[in-house]
């Protein structure tokens, strides 16, 4: 992939009796082995579908194109610290644990419908990961070549906002049909996005949209939440 995000690569490319490998990615996670293929039906009531295609500044053997497609239909948590008024809410695809969707903000108040900006990476972001297996680099130099090798499993990362890869800030609405009742409860989210991207590189996501438009992504999430005061 890009310069930083293919640290499982272990193959080198041959370049004239030399070598060059691509160096490790600080924002890639270790993945599951192997793989598993998402087989999550698409249209279920709650269930949240992204579908990116992500594309670095140039293709080479530091830049690489990939796909991303999402489904979380299981809760992992949403926790609620009213006090502090923070929330964390992290949805997982029940058959393909590599695949999950995480949000995480301050400045939370109960209230039927609100809207919270995404714009600090360390306190208020969302990032998806999916394990995916991605064909190596081969050719004579970094420059001179193809993605067309043998596959290698990875477990990418992208986030927003990032300024270390140029994605802005996001946002996301939160919903609350019964905003005076008792946790646990459901909520609502629908978040908006300009782009997404890999931290620390050149890949930049965006939604795959009707005939493979690129767009901004969007997507609703529904999780059962629990409180704390």
């Given amino acids: 992939m890009t310069k930083y995000f293919l640290s499982s690569l272990v193959g080198l490319v041959a370049c004239g009796g030399s070598s060059v490998q691509a160096p490790p990615h600080p924002g890639e996670i270790k993945g599951p082995d192997p793989i598993v293929v998402m087989t999550t039906p698409p249209g279920l009531p709650g269930v949240a579908y992204i579908n990116l295609t992500c594309n670095p500044a140039a293709i080479d053997c530091n830049g690489q194109p990939f796909t991303m497609s999402i489904a979380g239909d299981r809760d992992d948590y949403c926790r609620i610290d009213l006090a ?6 992290q949805k997982r695809n029940a058959h393909d644990p590599s695949q999950t969707i995480s949000l995480r903000f301050d400045g939370y108040a109960v209230a039927a419908t609100q809207r919270y900006a995404l714009d600090d990476g360390s306190r208020r972001s969302v990032w998806l990961t999916e394990g995916l297996s ?4 081969t050719g004579p130099s970094c420059y001179n070549g193809s993605w ?5 499993k990875h477990t990418v990362a992208v ?4 300024p270390s890869c140029g994605s802005p800030a996001c946002s996301v609405q939160v919903a609350d049909a019964d905003p005076t009742g008792a946790f646990p409860r ?12 890999v931290s620390n590189d050149t890949d930049v996501c965006h939604a795959r949209g009707v005939g493979g438009k690129a767009g901004s992504i969007e997507f609703d999430l529904t999780a059962v939440c629990d409180a704390s005061r």
Avoid: I, N, Y
């Fill in 84 to 89: 502090q008024g923070k929330l964390v809410v």
């Fill in 148 to 152: 067309s090798g043998a596959p290698s």
């Fill in 186 to 197: 459901p909520l609502r989210f629908h978040v908006s996005c300009d782009s997404m991207c």
């Fill in 134 to 137: 991605l064909p190596t680099w």
């Fill in 159 to 162: 986030s927003a906002p990032d």
